[in-house]
């Protein structure tokens, strides 16, 4: 029998417990936020029906979706009319083409998927659990989602996401208060950001202005792309989905635009004069600015009118953030759906949100070397053990310290004093408490910090004292 080499999938990984402190720190980072500004956790399940999922992100997001296999015999009552069969042992593979659309072919096997984003399943949880919840509803939810994305640095299969919404009001005040709790975490995490926003109302003004307001998701799909791939291959892909050369010649100085804030907003009033979606997003546009102005953010934020956020059920502003000192995609972003629970039942709910980045946030922090070093200190001491007496005696202590909230652990046996101390060192354990007879009949601890080599003799409550003050 041969050895199977050990893999994972591509786009996902393993977490070292170095890895894992390093996220735990981030998630609670981000969980303390979002709680001292009044949200609550949910959670909702890894998969949903694919009828909750589809069509909610766009064609592009569609394609991109994890589809599970129905359990059991999932070929069952296949229209045989419909595929040609080239292998009754396997009807899988002896599927040689199918006569009929692909799409509905899935439907036939697979009724669940793995979740795209937490925003869409959010809004069924809403429709679902309407009757138990206080409005406006303020909830945030920190769990891994899934894409058929092609994987590449800073962009996973499986990844976190940190959301915090809130639904059942229509007001500013909510989008003022996402980007102060931006502005608080990345202060606290110490990265510097810029925050961008813009409104879908101005982009579907936008439209109707260079005369393709039918064309409004193909053009927000291909603005989104202008960072990737810039502007000449944006222009590219419009023509290739039928926008006329005369809208795509009208739109390239608005992309281009340059100035001030209230700048950009004159050159859009006069774009959008026969538009009225547009100068509704102009209003909440500067009503979002005079807000913000008022406030004392530590980090950079601004208008981008060639921000665009390519899924569907954005309906007002939109927000996303870039490190300032890496380069990196969005590292959190979201924006206002005025209807998304409309789709499962309850129209006329707006709701707006963001979703934090944690992965990417891992990296950019990484290559900035922003972590803590004491993180890494998941136990801060470590006790030698130098035989069956003194282990008994240290127990106790060990014990003791544990109560007190200390992380700490025991060698199991006694190897010799260097081996003990290396697995301290290699664990970054800080201090090791050497207890021998002359300790037992003291009642003191010999406590030595290992990066110094410092050794002083402290009675237990001194010890968990100073562990405390630390």
């Known amino acids: 029998m041969s050895v199977q080499k050990p893999s994972i999938p591509k786009g996902t990984r ?3 417990p170095t890895e894992m402190v390093r996220r735990n720190f981030i998630f609670n980072t981000v969980r303390s936020v979002f709680e001292i500004f009044g949200y609550l ?3 909702t399940p890894a998969m949903e029906n694919l009828s909750t999922l589809m069509g909610k992100y766009g064609e592009e997001g569609d394609k991109l979706l994890f589809k599970i296999l129905n359990s059991g015999n999932y070929l069952e009552g296949i229209p045989d009319s419909g595929y040609q069969m080239t292998d009754d042992s396997n009807p899988v593979s002896g599927i040689r083409h199918l006569k009929s659309d692909i799409g509905a072919f899935t439907r036939h096997i697979s009724e669940k998927g793995l979740r795209y984003d937490l925003t869409v399943p959010f809004a069924r949880f809403v429709v679902q659990h309407q009757n138990e919840l206080v409005f406006p509803f303020k909830r945030y939810q920190i769990q891994p989602v899934w894409r058929a994305d092609r994987p590449q640095k800073g962009r996973y299969r499986e990844f976190f996401q940190c959301d915090v919404d809130v639904i059942g009001s229509p007001s500013l005040l909510y989008e003022v208060e996402l980007i102060q ?3 608080e975490v990345f202060s606290r995490l110490g990265i510097q950001t810029t925050t961008l926003f813009n409104n879908r109302k101005i982009l579907a003004g936008i439209a109707e202005a260079i005369g393709a307001p039918e064309k409004m998701n193909e053009i927000t799909v291909a603005i989104d792309k202008l960072d990737k791939i810039g502007l000449e291959k944006v222009c590219l892909e419009l023509k290739e989905k039928d926008l006329h050369d005369s809208a795509i010649s009208a739109l390239q100085p608005v992309l281009l635009m340059e100035g001030s804030i209230n700048d950009k907003i004159l050159v859009l009033e006069d774009l959008f004069k026969l538009s009225e979606t547009g100068m509704k997003g102009i209003v909440e546009l500067k009503h979002l600015v005079s807000l913000l102005k008022d406030l004392d953010l530590r980090n950079k934020w601004t208008f981008d009118v060639r921000l665009a956020r390519g899924l569907n059920y954005y309906t007002g502003t939109i ?12 590292i ?3 924006g206002r759906y005025d209807d998304l629970t409309g789709i499962f039942g309850l129209p006329g709910v707006s709701g707006v949100g963001i979703s934090f980045g944690a992965d990417r946030i891992y990296d950019v922090m990484n290559e900035l070397n922003l972590f803590p070093e004491t993180i890494q200190h998941t136990t801060r001491v470590l006790f030698v053990n130098f035989g069956p007496e003194e282990e008994r005696f240290a127990l106790k202590l060990l014990n003791e310290i544990r109560h007190e909230g200390i992380p700490a ?4 046996d006694s190897s010799k004093l260097k081996k003990q101390l290396e697995y301290a060192s290699r664990k970054q354990i800080p201090l090791a408490v050497l207890i021998g007879k002359d300790e037992m009949e003291s009642g003191l601890l010999t406590v030595k910090d290992l990066a110094s080599g410092v050794q002083s003799r402290l009675s237990t409550e001194e010890f968990i004292r100073s562990l405390k003050n630390i």
């Open 14 to 16: 393993d977490f070292t």
């Open 41 to 43: 956790p949910i959670e």
């Open 181 to 183: 709790i931006i502005d």
């Open 319 to 330: 927000i996303e953030v870039k490190a300032n000192e890496v380069a990196m995609g969005s």
């Open 332 to 334: 959190c972003g979201g």
């Open 409 to 412: 652990e025991i060698y199991p």
